[in-house]
Structure formats: C-alpha cells, structure tokens
T-cell receptor, first 115, second 113 residues
Framework: DAGVTQSPTHLIKTRGQQVTLRCSPI?????VSWYQQVLGQGPQFIFQYYEKEERGRGNFPDRFSARQFPNYSSELNVNALLLGDSALYLCASSLALYPGGTEAFFGQGTRLTVV | AQSVTQLDSQVPVFEEAPVELRCNYS??????LFWYVQYPNQGLQLLLK??????LVKGINGFEAEFNKSQTSFHLRKPSVHISDTAEYFC???????????FGPGTSLSVIP
C-alpha cells in the first residue's frame, strides 16, 4: 500500500510569491495534518482537517491556509512568502477525528526554499 | 502552554552500546506521549506511544520508553544500538485527543562504528 505522498519534493520560490503544496493520505485515512519543520527544530503543527472540516489550527499567520478535498487529499497554501517560511513541510495522515492522541503517518515532505 | 524538552541535542554512542535519549514535558495532567524517528531526507516514523496503562512501552527496532508521571519524563532507551539507528529522534506530547501534538527540538543520535 502506498504511504503518504507529497508533491513537489523540492521547491524554490521568491519572496512575495505564493506556493501550493499537495498531499495524498494513506488509503482509508480521513485526517490530514500539516507541519512546518525549520532546519534543526522539531515539527510545528499548522493545520488538521478531517472530512474537509478544519479540526485544529496552530499559531501561524493568516498567510497560511489549507483545504481538504472529497478524496481526502489536501493542499497547503502560503501567500506572500517570507524568507522565514523556508522549511520542510510535512503532511501526516491518520484515522483520528482530532489531531492529538493517536499515531500519525508522515510523508517525506516538501522542502521549500524562499530566496 | 505545553512544552517538550529534549535535554541532549546530540548523542554520540559506540555501536552495540546502550543509549538513553531524555524527554521531559511540562503538563501536570494526563498526556499522550510519542517518540518518532526521522532518517536523513525522510519523514517521521513512529517508534512507540504511551496512551494509558503500563508505564513501560515497547516499540519497534528494539526501543522502549518509560513514562514517569512524577518526573514528567518519557525517556527512550535501547540496550544495544546499531549503525542503522543513526537518525534524529523526536519526543512529542498532546494533552488530549483534541489538542495539537507538540514536538520537542529533537536529539541527533550518531552511532560510531
């Protein structure tokens, strides 16, 4: 069975641009979470969606948004990119209705570099 | 606010030696606890989790962890490490199933031949 897949794997953008990252969860998983991992730090929670509804939101500015589609895949959008948005963006899927209390399965991530 | 501390940013250890990676969290209430491993250029993989019950939790690849409520700790141990255990290890906590998962800053384990 395929695991969590993310695309693209690498991306270079210029400050002020917008970016869209994509994630397909494990088959049967209805929950998708997004994390930002800055180099040398642990992942930070951005969003969690379950059956197209937002179930959790981290402390990120409104420039960050996400959505989930009927097939449970998800997109993360970041507007007006800043240099500080450079990071590895991880997608995780699970069976859970809410973000905590259960195992999450992570994709390999999208490495975003803002120049 | 909830926080996770991993006291050692880097841990070098010789092959076949035991290792302990330390994790402390800030909550005084019941929590869910996790250890994840991240190999170079890959996502995170769950090693083990504590949700309730026995305080000694066994995970994959020979790792185990012990939940200590009085010391708010969840240290990860392995009796004999292999070269393939070289990776970044993250401790994580959530206070309830409704809450986000908070990750620690990570411990880089380097196994020396």
């Amino acid at each position: 069975d395929a695991g969590v897949t993310q695309s693209p794997t690498h991306l270079i953008k210029t400050r002020g641009q917008q970016v869209t990252l994509r994630c397909s969860p494990i088959s049967g998983h209805k929950s998708v979470s997004w994390y930002q991992q800055v180099l040398g730090q642990g992942p930070q929670f951005i969003f969690q969606y379950y059956e197209k509804e937002e179930r959790g939101r981290g402390n990120f500015p409104d420039r960050f948004s996400a959505r989930q589609f009927p097939n449970y895949s998800s997109e993360l959008n970041v507007n007006a990119l800043l240099l500080g948005d450079s990071a590895l963006y991880l997608c995780a899927s699970s069976l859970a209705l809410y973000p905590g209390g259960t195992e999450a399965f992570f994709g390999q991530g999208t490495r975003l570099t803002v120049v | 606010a909830q926080s996770v501390t991993q006291l050692d940013s880097q841990v070098p250890v010789f092959e076949e030696a035991p290792v302990e990676l330390r994790c402390n969290y800030s909550s005084s209430v019941s929590v869910y606890l996790f250890w994840y491993v991240q190999y170079p250029n890959q996502g995170l993989q769950l090693l083990l989790k504590y949700l309730s019950g026995s305080t000694l939790v066994k995970g994959i690849n020979g790792f185990e962890a012990e939940f200590n409520k009085s010391q708010t700790s969840f240290h990860l141990r392995k009796p004999s490490v292999h070269i393939s255990d070289t990776a970044e290890y993250f401790c994580a906590v959530s206070v309830t199933s409704y809450d986000k998962v908070i990750f620690g800053p990570g411990t880089s384990l380097s196994v020396i031949p």
